[in-house]
T-cell receptor, first 111, second 110 residues
Framework: QKEVEQNSGPLSVPEGAIASLNCTYS??????FFWYRQYSGKSPELIMS????GDKEDGRFTAQLNKASQYVSLLIRDSQPSDSATYLC???????????FGTGTRLQVFP | DTAVSQTPKYLVTQMGNDKSIKCEQN?????MYWYKQDSKKFLKIMFS???????INETVPNRFSPKSPDKAHLNLHINSLELGDSAVYFC?????????FGPGTRLTVL
């Protein structure tokens, strides 16, 4: 079993729709969860962090965490073509600050 | 001002050569990392340093040697380069919890 799993996609959504990206993780002691956006040929850019169960909203982005189900998600409201990128889920591993990344979900937002 | 910078951006070299990649952060962070992103875009940690001390070494071949002259710099030296070393190498630094990545160095071994 992979430590952090994401559907590779592509996930295609129309402009203005809600994009829902999902991630599951295997290490129950993980405490910190992050979503990074990576445009092709660029470096990962941190867009959301979440540390406790529930929802965390920042602009058009909402991160959701459920530690019991070992599940973290990212919702992007009013999706724009500029949101088209690969979204990487990252989880701290083994109770350390080491980040374990998923393989990423490619999001395509079409006009 | 660039928070985490790396040089060079591109590196093309022959098998068997030795090369170095440099990283600097001006965020005042104590912890820095090297990650490797392979051709399938999988991003994996290689090393972590905290205030010049090696903390994490993820079973990377000993041809890879990180060096931290001070807490703002973390360099990566690679000996006897192999074809499989071709990848993008990212440096990152960590604040309280969040890690910030440099622009990456694309290494191509011919």
């Amino acid at each position: 079993q992979k430590e952090v799993e994401q559907n590779s996609g592509p996930l295609s959504v129309p402009e203005g729709a809600i994009a829902s990206l999902n991630c599951t993780y295997s290490d129950r002691v993980s405490q910190s969860f992050f979503w990074y956006r990576q445009y092709s040929g660029k470096s990962p850019e941190l867009i959301m962090s979440i540390y406790s169960n529930g929802d965390k909203e920042d602009g058009r982005f909402t991160a959701q965490l459920n530690k019991a189900s070992q599940y973290v998600s990212l919702l992007i409201r009013d999706s724009q073509p500029s949101d088209s990128a690969t979204y990487l889920c990252a989880v701290n591993g083994g109770g350390t600050d080491k980040l374990i990344f998923g393989t990423g979900t490619r999001l395509q937002v079409f006009p | 001002d660039t928070a985490v910078s790396q040089t060079p951006k591109y590196l093309v070299t022959q098998m068997g050569n030795d090369k170095s990649i440099k990283c600097e952060q001006n965020l005042g962070h104590d912890t820095m990392y090297w990650y490797k992103q392979d051709s399938k875009k999988f991003l994996k940690i290689m090393f972590s340093y905290n205030n010049k001390e090696l903390i994490i070494n993820e079973t990377v071949p000993n041809r890879f040697s990180p060096k931290s002259p001070d807490k703002a710099h973390l360099n990566l030296h690679i000996n006897s380069l192999e074809l499989g070393d071709s990848a993008v190498y990212f440096c990152a630094s960590r604040g309280a919890y969040e890690q910030f990545f440099g622009p990456g160095t694309r290494l191509t071994v011919l």
